[in-house]
């Protein structure tokens, strides 16, 4: 992994990716670079509370599974317009991220993802239960494809350029905040709160910020999915989710907006690549997991990369730093 | 009605509990939370189904040797999967540990196929009554062995010798190898242990709902580690009184105020204690140290 995230080459990936419905009309291709998009957004999500804020949280799925549900019911019983129901989604799956905030997050470290843990839970279980609304089991169907002047967007193409759009903006706008004080701050809580305090940040502060806007993150995902989906159902917003999302952000590389999109790639890759082992494929998945973490615990774009984007040091010799544990 | 709800509570209470001490055994010494362990759960299970069923053994000579067997399954993973990275980064430990997770799982669904077996334990049902009381002979076991199990645990950790060592070793790793405790010997100990313990949960859990899964290490797994969190992570006493609230609390929500949000009570509970005591019931608080 020698790759230099240089301007010619991020051209180059690009320009292949505005070419690719170009070059396939296949339907399968395009559904799996829309999920790859969805799960991209998702990663970046939570790598800006885990890798950016230093707050581990494993009920990512839960602010997904918001985002998708607010969007969905907006749109079938008031017909609200699609980008309008995204800013909804986000500002609820916001919302919702800064009530549970609010309490937990002074809880440190492990306790803060047993927290996040639950809540997913319990989302989950209200999607199960609350039939009035939500159905049940039985799920959403029927949820409107998002049209502009009254032509609607329904091909896979339409969803795929969607969803380019949306990974550069958010790329965009993460980048913007993590260079910006706030972003400094909110990564001096992560490296010691203690010294954080110290100098006048107020960790509490930074890292509801971090929460809130990685859970809206997540909302717009999920109500960007129930368009493309058109059919939602509990069963997508389970634990297991949760925990993809998390192993895209640390197989790519804790606190780094390449390394989530990376790490997304390739775990939604993966298992289709894997698909000729058939059954044995999760099998395979699950030992590669393991090997990978003995191999190259920092992820595909380490921590030599990232102390390079950060702190532009010339990181000579390649040596890694911060997996000392004392 | 209450107090057979109470009984009801302690017995699933006494499962969740012996599973809850794996995880927190594991924490107290490494301070990582294995998230494999709901698997090797279900994994000693599996195991117990293949000494009855295939093998056709009685089920006093099934528990001994598939909890023996399922001790070297967590023997083996912290082997494989968590020593080569136990000083690196904790994310790494936990990314590996879902890995371990989804490859037992897997391996189960390969081997014993997707769907919901029977566990014919051989032990006749017989109820007892009193007043208005059910209690079944399938209970009682339930209650006895976890009762049992966890006093002989106790009993393990703070009078042996090996249980000094182990102490030793959570209090402080890098000391307790100087004073010349050999740490992986401790560790591979502990994770021995409690494998063995969740599979005999597992096992009960098949005598008591007579229904095993490849994915029961799921609900489980979780909301033992519920009940170790609950408890205050890193205690066995705590561990022990995190599943019997959770176990009751789940049983009384379940029966008083809906069965649909049965786990959505064990979750409550957690969030509402880990707010007003971080550390649990029974846990020690800690000190940050600048």
Known sequence: ?326 | MFTQQLINGITVGGIYALIALGYSMVYGILRIVNFAHGDIFMMGTFLGLFFTQSLGMQFYIAFPLSAAATAFIGIFVEKIAYRPIRIADKLAVLISALGVSIFLQNLAQIIWGTETHAFKSGIEVSTFKFGGLILSNIQLIVIFLSCVLMMGLYFVVNKTKIGVAMRATSHNLNSAKLIGINTDRIISFTFGIGSALACIAGLLVGIYYDAVFPIMGYSYGLKAFAAAILGGIGSIPGAMVGGFVIGIVETFGAAYISAGYRDAFAFGILIIVLIFRPSGILGKKLVEKV
């Open chain 1, 1 to 326: 992994m020698k790759i230099k995230l240089t301007k010619p080459v991020l051209a180059v990936v690009f320009a292949l990716l505005l070419a690719l419905p170009l070059v396939t009309t296949n339907n399968y291709v395009l559904h799996i670079f829309i999920s790859m998009g969805i799960y991209v957004i998702l990663s970046l999500s939570l790598n800006f509370v885990t890798g950016f804020a230093g707050q581990l949280s494993l009920g990512h799925a839960a602010f997904y599974g918001i985002g998708s549900y607010v969007g969905a019911l907006i749109m079938l019983n008031f017909h609200v317009n699609f980008f309008l129901a995204l800013i909804i989604s986000a500002v609820v799956s916001g919302l919702f991220g800064f009530l549970l905030g609010l309490p937990t997050l002074r809880l440190k470290g492990d306790y803060l993802a047993i927290v996040t843990l639950g809540f997913g839970e319990i989302v989950r279980l209200v999607f199960i239960n609350w039939a009035k609304v939500t159905r049940g089991p039985l799920g959403l169907p029927g949820i409107p494809k998002p049209t502009v002047f009254g032509v609607e967007l329904n091909t896979s193409m339409a969803f795929y350029y969607m969803a380019i759009v949306m990974i550069i903006v958010t790329v965009v706008i993460m980048n913007k905040i993590i260079n910006s004080g706030i972003g400094m701050a909110m990564q001096t809580v992560k490296a010691d709160e203690i010294a954080a305090e110290s100098v006048g940040i107020q960790p509490i502060k930074y890292k509801m910020l971090a929460f809130v806007i990685s859970s809206a993150f997540a909302g717009i995902a999920g109500c960007f999915y129930a368009s493309f989906i058109s059919y939602i159902s509990p069963t997508t917003f389970i634990y297991n989710t949760s925990v993809t999302i998390l192993a895209m952000v640390v197989l790519g590389g804790l606190g780094s907006i390449p390394g989530s999109i990376v790490g997304a790639v390739i775990l939604t890759l993966a298992p289709e690549l894997l698909r000729f082992l058939s059954n044995y494929r999760m099998l395979i998945f699950g030992a590669l997991m393991v090997v990978m973490m003995i191999y190259r615990p920092q992820g595909f774009w380490g921590a030599g990369k990232r102390v390079k984007n950060i702190y532009k040091i010339k990181a000579g010799g390649g040596k890694h730093v911060g997996h000392i544990k004392g």
